[in-house]
């Protein structure tokens, strides 16, 4: 049964069919093969796989996300960080990382962030005398902080999948790795803008002009540090927050910022439901793939393969790394946690790993996995957005992609990275 379950998955999955309907299609085949159960269990399954209230936090937190952005949030954060650093060499490549990482303390999803200021960010650069090419990968590598930063869409259904984390933990080890990878991109554009002479045709503004554009974007910026605090402190839930969080981003969107009218909200509503089905959907089919992988006893073999190969904590990590890039190339992050992360957890548990740190180098690499060819679900949504070939958008990716790897390594060697924070906040394994 696990053998027609792989061998189904991959031919479909090599045909470019959905990873949703990838899965699914791949379940309802095992069960036809073992015979023994009727294929009603399937459909059983997919409907445990969503039957939980946690789950409500996500079409929340989308619905956030797109209030915000109809409520001018773009351009607010755009210019708090052109006015921070657009006036030094590179400065609207800064601008983008930055924008691009205050975004994704509020949208979670990569996607959303190229999609959205990522496609205005990559036109401001080519009429400021940036390659195109350029950046639109510089954008590219810069979205995929989106669902490091929390909240996480990501971090939910990772927290759902193994419970030896919690929501708030995953929250708390995502901040300091986010800032990484994005630190990381801003050297790489200094040192890339100083080689082309990408220079800034910004003055430096004065401290006063700073401090206004800071204060018209702080309730932009507070977003992220409501949701945390209010967990933390016990004010409310995790989906409790979500729900909170649609509320300022309507309150902000309408009253504060003003540019959020009640006819925007259908076509809000609209996005809304379409990207929440959608995840919904892959939550769904691979709760019946991960059943059928169970029954299959595919973890427990794995384990012990694993096991036999007398691996340290830090080789064990090394080898998961390597095989999460490669997975991530076609997998998306999202069905990426629910398939591996049943099979992968229990192997980093048993050799003492940290399970946050074991989280969040999972989820990084999954992302990693968007901007890496040849097929990264990311390079063909920012190809769409800027008009840049395939080609030329990775091979100027690569140094991003390099220093990215970088960061991955040090959060792999150095577990203080992802743990110190939620520790110190008492989030312990």
């Not at 401290?207 to 800071?214: D, M, P, V």
């Amino acid at each position: 049964m696990s053998a027609t379950l792989m061998l189904v998955f991959l031919v479909t999955l090599i045909l470019g069919v959905p990873v949703a309907f990838t899965m699914l299609i791949a379940g309802l085949a095992a069960v036809w093969v073992q015979g023994s159960l009727p294929p009603l269990v399937a459909v059983q399954q997919m409907f445990a796989g969503i039957d939980s209230f946690p789950l409500m936090a996500i079409p929340f937190f989308i619905l956030a996300a797109e209030l915000m952005t109809g409520g001018a949030l773009t351009e607010v954060l755009l210019r708090f960080a052109s006015h921070l650093i657009g006036h030094v060499r590179g400065g609207l490549g800064h601008t983008n990382v930055l924008t691009l990482t205050f975004f994704s303390g509020i949208s979670g999803s990569a996607l959303a962030d190229v999609a959205g200021p990522g496609s205005m960010l990559i036109r401001m650069m080519r009429q400021a005398g940036y390659h195109p090419e350029y950046a639109a990968a510089l954008t590219a590598a810069t979205a995929i902080v989106g669902p490091i930063i929390p909240p996480s869409i990501i971090m939910i259904v990772y927290a759902l999948t193994e419970p030896s984390v919690s929501i708030m933990g995953l929250f708390l080890a995502g901040i300091v790795p986010g800032l990484m990878i994005t630190g990381s991109l801003l050297v790489v554009n200094h040192v890339v803008s100083g080689r082309r002479g990408y220079r800034s045709a910004e003055t430096r503004p004065p401290l006063g002009l700073i401090l206004r554009s800071f204060v018209r974007a702080l309730p932009a910026l507070l977003l992220p540090v409501i949701i945390l605090g209010g967990i933390h402190f016990g004010v409310f839930t995790p989906t409790e927050a979500s729900a909170a969080a649609v509320t300022y981003a309507l309150i902000v969107g309408r009253f504060v910022y003003g540019t959020l009218s009640m006819s925007m909200l259908p076509s809000i509503l609209l996005r809304t439901a379409l990207l929440t089905s959608s995840i919904l959907m892959v939550i769904a089919t691979s709760e019946v793939f991960g059943w059928i992988l169970t029954v299959g006893q595919v973890p427990q073999t794995a384990a012990a393969w694993i096991s036999g190969l007398g691996l340290g904590p830090i080789e064990l990590l090394l080898l998961i790394n390597l095989f999460l890039l490669l997975a991530g190339i076609f997998i998306e992050p999202l069905p990426g946690v629910m398939i591996f992360v049943p099979v992968l957890a229990p192997m980093a548990l048993s050799l003492g790993i940290d399970p946050l740190q074991f989280a969040i180098v999972v989820i990084v690499n999954l992302t990693l996995g968007m901007i890496t060819p040849p097929v990264g679900a990311l390079l063909f949504v920012t190809t769409i957005v800027s008009g840049v070939t395939m080609g030329k958008l990775t091979r100027q990716l690569m140094p991003m992609l390099g220093a990215q790897l970088v960061v991955l390594l040090l959060l792999t060697l150095v577990p203080g990275f992802s743990t110190w924070l939620p520790h110190a906040f008492g989030y312990m394994k």
